[in-house]
């Protein structure tokens, strides 16, 4: 016969167990917070977000009667500001990240800066407009890209008030000049987001197994004291952390195969294999073994340990390019994104096998090394076989 009782009982011991267990309580609580903080902050239409674009103005303007510059207030425009100079109140979906001098070959120019969107203002143009004949504005972008439309509907919006509105308010006249837009595509062989994603699942897969593994790992063998009768076998402890990190380099090359043939015979993507991929397939599980081994060391039980590793771990998969563009993120997560270790990763991933630019990808090398040797010497300085 059944007791309310004892059901009040061992609903009294199960939540006891429940809210001491680090674990159960960040995945039935505040991993489902975490969850909706990021993607409410990435999908919401708070147009905080904006895409950021390449100009390039090769209208000098006219000097006689008086200094006109078209061009220029276009692309004042593009950024957001009317041509009186006052800026757009609200929202605005794009930003010009730099103005390029007109002498630089625009297409070489996006792709030495790992970017697919850009606007070119061509020759005349303030000439053109004025005598109301038709002149293009020319609109780069990858046709696949999420970005792509929303810049292209954004100038072709910016080019109607030009061509229905600004002429006529501003020089007093019924015949409004002709803006067309013209598109032109970066990067032709990328025709699928595929493209884009592999890089991300691949630095995904060198973050994940390592980082979770590494934590639980250290804090169990912690708890259990095996650290301690380790401590009396020959090994040493620099030698025990170096196999685990060659370990995981040998698994995220497997997964890298994977990953790539899978992605190339299975969908067709269309990306770039050059040795310039070794840094990262190396760099990246040694850096997050020591992350991971590092977390679980300064942890004080298992419980903790897997909740400082979650915290850790889910803004990386989330905020660092893996799954969505940053490109299309609010700026401000765009800007923590900088302070992730798997953004370089991934970052690099892409400037390598997707953009062919190796001079960004040095400089992502680079700042992973760097971290990468912060996270090992720290671990191995922190690491004790006896706890004390």
């Known amino acids: 016969m059944s007791s309310a009782r004892r059901?009040?009982?061992?609903?009294?011991?199960?939540?006891?167990?429940?809210?001491?267990?680090?674990?159960?309580?960040?995945?039935?609580?505040?991993?489902?917070?975490?969850?909706?903080?990021?993607?409410?902050?990435?999908?919401?239409?708070?147009?905080?977000?904006?895409?950021?674009?390449?100009?390039?103005?090769?209208?000098?303007?006219l000097t006689f009667?008086?200094?006109?510059?078209?061009?220029?207030?276009?692309?004042?425009?593009?950024?957001?500001?009317l041509p009186n100079g006052t800026k757009v109140s609200g929202s605005w979906p794009i930003n010009v990240k730099a103005l390029v001098d007109p002498s630089e070959n625009f297409t070489k120019y996006l792709a030495d800066h790992s970017a697919s969107d850009g606007i070119i203002i061509p020759e005349n143009f303030t000439a053109s407009?004025?005598?109301?004949?038709?002149?293009?504005?020319?609109?780069?972008?990858?046709?696949?890209?999420?970005?792509?439309?929303?810049?292209?509907?954004?100038?072709?919006?910016?080019?109607?008030?030009?061509?229905l509105n600004y002429f006529q308010q501003k020089y007093n006249d019924t015949t409004p000049a002709i803006i067309n837009i013209a598109?032109?595509?970066?990067?032709?062989?990328?025709?699928?987001?595929?493209?884009?994603?592999?890089?991300?699942?691949?630095?995904?897969?060198?973050?994940?197994?390592?980082?979770?593994?590494?934590?639980?790992?250290?804090?169990?063998?912690?708890?259990?004291?095996?650290?301690?009768?380790?401590?009396?076998?020959?090994?040493?402890?620099?030698?025990?952390?170096?196999?685990?990190?060659?370990?995981?380099?040998?698994?995220?090359?497997?997964?890298?195969?994977?990953?790539?043939?899978?992605?190339?015979?299975g969908f067709g993507a269309h990306i770039t294999l050059t040795p310039w991929l070794i840094p990262f397939l190396i760099l990246g599980p040694m850096l997050f073994s020591s992350l991971g081994m590092l977390v679980g060391t300064i942890s004080k039980s298992v419980e903790s340990a897997s909740v400082l590793g979650n915290i850790i771990t889910f803004p990386m998969m989330f905020l660092s390019g893996t799954f969505f563009p940053l490109s299309t993120m609010p700026q401000y997560l765009q800007s923590f994104a900088h302070v992730l270790p798997l953004f370089y990763v991934v970052e690099g991933l892409n400037n390598v096998m997707v953009?062919?630019?190796?001079?960004?990808?040095?400089?992502?090398i680079g700042v992973t090394t760097l971290i990468?040797?912060?996270?090992?010497?720290?671990?191995?300085?922190?690491?004790?076989?006896r706890e004390d």
Do not use: C
Request: hydrophobic share 50%.
């Open 7 to 61: 059901t009040i009982a061992d609903l009294r011991v199960f939540g006891k167990g429940y809210i001491r267990n680090g674990a159960a309580l960040f995945f039935g609580i505040i991993f489902p917070v975490i969850l909706i903080g990021l993607f409410g902050a990435i999908f919401a239409g708070s147009g905080s977000g904006q895409v950021s674009v390449y100009v390039q103005n090769k209208d000098a303007g």
């Open 183 to 265: 598109t032109a595509t970066v990067n032709t062989q990328q025709t699928k987001y595929i493209d884009f994603l592999i890089p991300g699942l691949i630095g995904f897969s060198i973050l994940v197994s390592p980082m979770f593994a590494m934590v639980n790992i250290t804090s169990e063998y912690k708890k259990t004291k095996l650290f301690k009768q380790l401590s009396l076998t020959p090994l040493h402890k620099m030698e025990w952390l170096a196999s685990k990190v060659i370990w995981y380099i040998l698994l995220s090359v497997i997964s890298f195969m994977l990953l790539v043939a899978v992605g190339i015979f």
């Open 129 to 163: 407009f004025l005598a109301g004949e038709t002149e293009n504005i020319t609109v780069y972008g990858n046709p696949t890209s999420s970005t792509n439309g929303i810049v292209i509907g954004t100038v072709e919006g910016i080019a109607t008030s030009f061509n």
């Open 65 to 81: 009667p008086a200094h006109i510059n078209v061009g220029a207030q276009f692309a004042d425009a593009i950024n957001g500001t």
């Open 355 to 364: 953009y062919g630019n190796i001079s960004a990808a040095l400089i992502d």
């Open 372 to 385: 990468t040797v912060i996270f090992f010497v720290a671990a191995a300085k922190l690491f004790k076989w």
